[in-house]
Structure formats: C-alpha cells, structure tokens
C-alpha cells in the first residue's frame, strides 16, 4: 500500500480550492505532469508570481488557462482577445473602490508562458499582473468536483 501511495503521490495531488475567482469547483485532482497536456481550457494550480497589494508572492493559486505561449493576445481598451477571440474584461477599481492597473499586451505569448483568469468578474489574475510561467505550475486539474 504504501508504494502505490508513493507512486500516486508522485504524479498526482488532491487540492482544495476555496475562492470566489472558480465557481463550482472545490475538489480537484491535480495532475503534476503538466507537459502532457494542452493547458488552454484547464484549470491549474500554481504559486503566485509575484507580491502585490493584494497577494505574496508563491501564494496558492487556482485558474484557468485562457491563452498561451504561440497564441496570440491583443488587448484593446479593456478587452482582451486570444486569437481573436474575446476572453474577458478588466476592471477599472477593484472591489473597494481603488483604481487598479490594467496589464496590456499585443502580441504573442513566449513560449511556457500563461496567461490565466478566474470565471468571476472580480478575479484578480493576469488581466492585472501579467503572463504565469510554465515553472510556477503546480498541476493541472484532471477531476473537478
């Protein structure tokens, strides 16, 4: 028993999501080997890259891959596209009221780079701090509950 556990562990992790930035999902299986999957659509668990007002850095953090390295991002005011597509929005003032930094970006993605978003609104993900790098990825989400 312990081996197969051993084994388990070195290739998958359970995790426990508790944010507002993913609705409906609480309970994941997290598939450590992140090179054999493409990321865009997945949910991944990752470090936070860096300290902010809001986050430190290498904080827990869950979201979905939106766009990735050899995609093409645009930003256009607010919006933001991944290959033409339109993926979301940013806000102007977090959720007190403070103005907040918008990233922008026009161009495509370096290879191992992310760029990732929460499905609610008043997520703070690489709309405000930039592109997640392949290193910080802590698993992708194989089983969601």
Request: proline share 3%; charged share 25%; aromatic share 16%.
């Amino acid at each position: 028993m312990l081996i197969l556990i051993e084994v388990f562990s070195k290739h998958y992790t359970f995790a426990f999501f508790k944010t507002n930035s993913l609705t409906n999902v609480t309970w994941v299986l997290l598939q450590k080997d992140v090179d054999k999957f493409d990321l865009k659509g997945k949910i991944i668990a990752f470090d936070f890259p860096l300290d902010t007002k809001y986050f430190k850095k290498d904080t827990p953090f869950a979201k979905e891959v939106k766009c990735q390295g050899g995609d093409n991002l645009s930003t256009q005011d607010r919006d933001y596209f991944c290959n033409n597509h339109h993926i979301g929005k940013a806000r102007i003032v977090d959720s007190k009221g403070a103005a907040v930094k918008q990233f922008v970006f026009n161009g495509v993605i370096p290879k191992d780079s992310y760029f990732v978003m929460g499905d609610n609104p008043n997520s703070f993900d690489s709309r405000y701090w930039g592109f997640l790098t392949k290193d910080k990825i802590k698993g992708v989400a194989i089983w969601e509950y």
